[in-house]
């Protein structure tokens, strides 16, 4: 130890940025496996919705990609969509009703309030529920399966060793990015996509194995799926100096998009709770919709990868688009509405996309591929909640580096305004209909940067050790002793801790036969002795209290080990209310003249 100029005693710092411990790498390791089974299993749901898909509408064994646009299909394909969502129905009545929406919002939900635990049949229906429902014609994408499926599967692997809750919500998350970066070829886009939404902390412990996963997915896609962007992007023109504001605007109309959105698909949802039937039924009410608009309009069905490739080449003409947007929307709310199993991610691609695309007819300078692309990340952003997920998302998608200004403009203006608009996004709403709140907002603790000399009480009121018990019977008796506080050091002759002495200590003494002339010292409690330093952080403090269930703590100088404070629990809510002082009170602190 040394002693400053300002005669300020400076003790060894142990405090570190981050808190991270050496187990980081052995997760790091696991998630080597998780990224590889996410990736296969990636691989597997595109096979599998490429299977229904053909035998569905083709009638055909066959595992090859196949795109519905432009197709002529006869009257009874009405009845194709209908008879998958029954299936889904059934598999989610009689296997696991965990099955059932986007795939994100359960994946939250499992991480949140299930300890990150998912159960084997969720990770195999979860996968053949969502094949059906697509390869039917469902209007979804295989991001929200493969999210579910993938955190499945990272979840059911971290649960065959001896973890915590903490080190199995990586996993899962892990599985769920390494499925998104197999799909996408978004490696990026997947890792924010965990932070964003999944993980709720930017933590080493967490963020280094999802990206290892991630990592591992990316380097599986070539030899699984494919490599290179999904949807290759050349921007062939120059956006004048004021064009930013022009994308802005673009984001705002994606925002209201969004938002309208979101209402109408719970607006849908409430009345088919309604329905005077049980909820087994309902995707295949919804597959009615479904299959009447793919009969007029077969660019609706599926998960339309052409059709956000026509958009981003802009190749699209305007009435394809407008019909796109239109039909899209409608049986994608009632579907979803159902309870019937698929994505959000392609869908708002495509709406968002067509929406670009049409307004880029009255936009004063880019093409309908730029405006399309535009509208497809801010569509992301405020639907989602995701700002920076959506913007690296549409330029892994695309390719396209040079767009990411105008791609984040965008996102940016939609994140805005349906934050101030809407109370949740499509994805937390849905949970906080099943009872939980989720805030997303993510700051540092007040706790880890407060220390305990700032909140302990002092001058500190001490108990001499060598005080007779008798004594302080009386003393606990008076009004100053009962009042002032619950529990009290006690110290030798040196001011040194040797133990705490609390009412219930006293209230016991007095029930009891005990020696009125022994000390205190030789009384009071001095197991297990919590106390802190001057310089802890009030966080670590408050983790001891917690787990210990000691409610008054005395404080000692590092220096000396001296008693020169305690913290009691009402000390600790000074904190926050320093905290919310901050955040509210305004004044002026420069004044002018």
Same mark, same amino acid.
């Given at each position: 130890?040394?002693?400053?100029?300002?005669?300020?005693? =400076?003790?060894? $710092?142990?405090?570190?940025?981050?808190?991270?411990?050496?187990?980081?790498?052995?997760?790091?390791?696991?998630?080597?496996?998780?990224?590889?089974?996410?990736?296969?299993?990636?691989?597997?749901?595109?096979?599998?919705?490429?299977?229904?898909?053909? %035998?569905?509408?083709?009638?055909?064994?066959?595992?090859?990609?196949?795109?519905?646009?432009?197709? +002529?299909?006869?009257?009874?394909?009405?009845?194709?969509?209908?008879?998958?969502?029954?299936? @889904?129905?059934?598999? !989610?009545?009689?296997?696991?009703?965990?099955?059932?929406?986007?795939?994100?919002?359960?994946?939250?939900?499992?991480?949140?309030?299930?300890?990150?635990?998912?159960?084997?049949?969720?990770?195999?229906?979860?996968?053949?529920?969502?094949?059906?429902?697509?390869?039917?014609?469902?209007?979804?994408?295989?991001?929200?399966?493969?999210?579910?499926?993938?955190?499945? %599967?990272?979840?059911?692997?971290?649960?065959?060793? +001896?973890?915590?809750?903490?080190?199995?919500?990586?996993?899962?998350?892990?599985?769920?990015?390494?499925?998104?970066?197999?799909?996408?070829?978004?490696?990026?886009?997947?890792?924010?996509?965990?932070?964003?939404?999944?993980?709720?902390?930017?933590?080493?412990?967490?963020?280094?194995?999802?990206?290892?996963?991630?990592?591992?997915?990316?380097?599986?896609?070539?030899? /699984?799926?494919?490599?290179?962007?999904?949807?290759?992007?050349?921007?062939?023109?120059?956006?004048?100096?004021?064009?930013?504001?022009?994308?802005?605007?673009?984001?705002?109309?994606?925002?209201?998009?969004?938002?309208?959105?979101?209402?109408?698909?719970?607006?849908?949802?409430?009345?088919?709770?309604?329905?005077?039937? +049980?909820?087994?039924?309902?995707?295949?009410?919804?597959?009615?919709? @479904?299959?009447?608009?793919?009969?007029?309009?077969?660019?609706?069905?599926?998960?339309?990868?052409?059709?956000? =490739?026509?958009?981003?080449?802009?190749?699209?003409?305007?009435?394809?688009?407008?019909?796109?947007?239109?039909?899209?929307?409608?049986?994608?709310?009632?579907?979803?509405?159902?309870?019937?199993?698929?994505?959000? /991610?392609?869908?708002?691609?495509?709406?968002?996309?067509?929406?670009?695309?049409?307004?880029?007819?009255?936009?004063?300078?880019?093409?309908?591929?730029?405006?399309?692309?535009?509208?497809?990340?801010?569509?992301?952003?405020?639907?989602?909640?995701?700002?920076?997920?959506?913007?690296?998302?549409?330029?892994?998608?695309?390719?396209?580096?040079?767009? /990411? /200004?105008?791609?984040?403009?965008?996102?940016? !203006?939609?994140?805005?305004?349906?934050?101030?608009?809407?109370?949740?996004?499509?994805?937390?709403?849905?949970?906080?209909?099943?009872? =939980? +709140?989720?805030?997303?907002?993510?700051?540092?603790?007040?706790?880890?940067?407060?220390?305990?000399?700032?909140?302990?009480?002092?001058?500190? =009121?001490?108990?001499?050790?060598?005080?007779?018990?008798?004594?302080?019977?009386?003393?606990?008796?008076?009004?100053?002793?009962?009042?002032?506080?619950?529990?009290?050091?006690?110290?030798?002759?040196?001011?040194?801790?040797?133990?705490?002495?609390?009412?219930?200590?006293?209230?016991?003494?007095?029930?009891?036969?005990?020696?009125?002339?022994?000390?205190?010292?030789?009384?009071?409690?001095?197991?297990?002795?919590?106390?802190?330093?001057?310089?802890?952080?009030?966080?670590?403090?408050?983790?001891?209290?917690?787990?210990? $269930?000691?409610?008054?703590?005395?404080?000692?100088?590092?220096?000396?080990?001296?008693?020169?404070?305690?913290?009691?629990?009402?000390? %600790?809510?000074?904190?926050?209310?320093?905290?919310?002082?901050?955040?509210?009170?305004?004044?002026?602190?420069?004044?002018?003249?």
């Amino acid at each position: 130890m040394t002693r400053s100029s300002g005669a300020v005693m =400076h003790t060894k $710092d142990a405090l570190r940025d981050f808190t991270a411990s050496p187990q980081v790498l052995l997760i790091s390791a696991m998630a080597v496996v998780v990224g590889t089974t996410g990736a296969a299993a990636a691989w597997a749901l595109l096979k599998l919705i490429a299977f229904f898909t053909n %035998l569905a509408y083709f009638q055909r064994l066959s595992v090859a990609p196949v795109d519905l646009a432009g197709a +002529h299909f006869p009257l009874w394909t009405i009845a194709i969509p209908v008879v998958g969502s029954l299936v @889904v129905g059934v598999i !989610a009545r009689f296997g696991s009703e965990k099955i059932r929406g986007h795939g994100i919002p359960e994946a939250i939900e499992a991480i949140l309030i299930g300890q990150s635990k998912i159960e084997l049949k969720v990770a195999l229906l979860k996968p053949l529920a969502s094949a059906i429902a697509i390869g039917s014609g469902g209007p979804f994408g295989a991001e929200g399966p493969i999210i579910m499926t993938g955190g499945a %599967l990272g979840s059911l692997f971290a649960q065959l060793f +001896h973890l915590s809750s903490a080190e199995r919500k990586t996993l899962l998350v892990a599985g769920a990015a390494a499925g998104m970066t197999a799909v996408f070829g978004t490696p990026l886009a997947a890792l924010l996509l965990a932070v964003e939404l999944l993980l709720f902390e930017w933590k080493p412990r967490s963020f280094i194995p999802v990206a290892v996963a991630v990592v591992i997915a990316a380097l599986w896609r070539p030899w /699984l799926i494919g490599s290179g962007p999904l949807f290759p992007y050349t921007m062939t023109f120059v956006m004048p100096w004021w064009g930013l504001g022009i994308c802005a605007l673009v984001g705002v109309v994606a925002g209201l998009q969004s938002a309208l959105m979101t209402v109408c698909l719970y607006a849908v949802e409430d009345l088919f709770q309604k329905l005077p039937i +049980h909820w087994m039924w309902w995707p295949a009410l919804g597959g009615i919709a @479904v299959g009447i608009g793919g009969y007029f309009d077969p660019a609706v069905l599926g998960v339309g990868y052409a059709n956000i =490739h026509a958009l981003i080449s802009g190749t699209m003409s305007f009435s394809s688009a407008l019909s796109l947007l239109f039909d899209k929307a409608a049986i994608w709310i009632v579907a979803l509405s159902s309870g019937t199993s698929g994505g959000v /991610l392609a869908p708002l691609l495509i709406m968002g996309g067509a929406l670009g695309s049409i307004e880029s007819h009255y936009l004063p300078f880019g093409d309908a591929g730029f405006w399309a692309l535009l509208g497809m990340a801010a569509i992301l952003g405020g639907t989602m909640r995701a700002p920076l997920t959506s913007t690296l998302f549409a330029f892994e998608l695309t390719g396209a580096s040079h767009l /990411l /200004l105008p791609l984040m403009v965008a996102s940016v !203006a939609a994140f805005g305004l349906t934050m101030l608009v809407m109370r949740r996004s499509i994805l937390t709403e849905r949970i906080a209909r099943r009872g =939980h +709140h989720i805030s997303r907002e993510y700051s540092i603790d007040p706790f880890l940067q407060t220390r305990v000399e700032q909140i302990m009480a002092k001058p500190v =009121h001490t108990l001499a050790a060598s005080i007779p018990v008798n004594e302080v019977i009386a003393f606990f008796r008076t009004a100053e002793g009962n009042k002032r506080h619950k529990s009290y050091p006690v110290v030798d002759e040196d001011g040194r801790l040797t133990g705490m002495v609390s009412r219930k200590d006293v209230l016991h003494w007095m029930q009891g036969d005990i020696d009125e002339t022994a000390t205190l010292g030789e009384m009071a409690t001095s197991d297990e002795l919590v106390s802190a330093h001057t310089d802890d952080l009030a966080g670590q403090l408050a983790d001891r209290m917690a787990m210990t $269930d000691v409610g008054i703590v005395p404080v000692l100088d590092r220096e000396t080990q001296k008693v020169v404070g305690v913290v009691a629990l009402r000390d %600790l809510i000074r904190v926050r209310a320093w905290r919310i002082r901050e955040e509210r009170e305004r004044r002026r602190v420069l004044r002018l003249g």
